[in-house]
């Protein structure tokens, strides 16, 4: 792991503000959008976010808040 970054999980996702990540939820969708801010729950809000399902774009939310609990995965877009 980057030592830069920090090596705790709420490290990694104050590095990821104000990028584009990618969110897998339980439901089988997915969502890319800018993170903006999260809390200890792991409750996002993403701006400018689409939502997908097998790589193809479902629609377009813009700025949403994602419950944590939801959530599988999350990972910064390369």
Do not use: C, W, Y
Request: hydrophobic share 40%; proline share 3%.
């Amino acid at each position: 792991m980057n030592e830069s970054v920090g090596s705790r999980p709420v490290d990694l996702l104050n590095a990821a503000k104000g990028k584009t990540v990618l969110v897998e939820l339980k439901n089988g969708h997915s969502l890319t959008g800018k993170l903006v801010a999260f809390d200890m729950h792991v409750n996002l809000t993403l701006e400018d976010t689409e939502e997908k399902k097998d790589d193809q774009t479902l629609r377009k939310l813009g700025s949403i808040f994602v419950r944590g609990d939801m959530i599988i995965l999350i990972s910064p877009t390369v």
